[in-house]
């Protein structure tokens, strides 16, 4: 089973138990993993997999921290709910 399978089975799962910031972080997930996929027209390997998985950890960290510096984190980190 590829990333993007368990990834998509994990979406539907956080859906039907209404878990609104898990659903939208695998949606992110989702996506990049298929863009990768699109821009190399190809299927991925485990390691490019990995990689996308990691640049989207780092991508979220920096999101995160920004919002802190800005004192919005109440509204807005998704990740401090």
Not at 13 to 28: G, I, V, W, Y
Not at 36 to 43: L, P, S
Not at 70 to 78: D, I, M, R, S, T
């Amino acid at each position: 089973m590829s990333m993007i399978d368990t990834v998509r089975s994990q979406m539907m799962e956080a859906m039907k138990n209404k878990d609104k910031t898990r659903k939208d972080a695998l949606s992110m997930l989702l996506s990049a993993l298929k863009n990768k996929a699109i821009d190399k027209r190809a299927d991925l390997t485990e390691a490019e997999e990995f990689e996308v998985v990691k640049r989207e950890i780092r991508q979220t960290k920096v999101s995160c921290n920004q919002i802190h510096n800005l004192g919005e984190y109440k509204k807005h980190c998704y990740l401090c709910q």
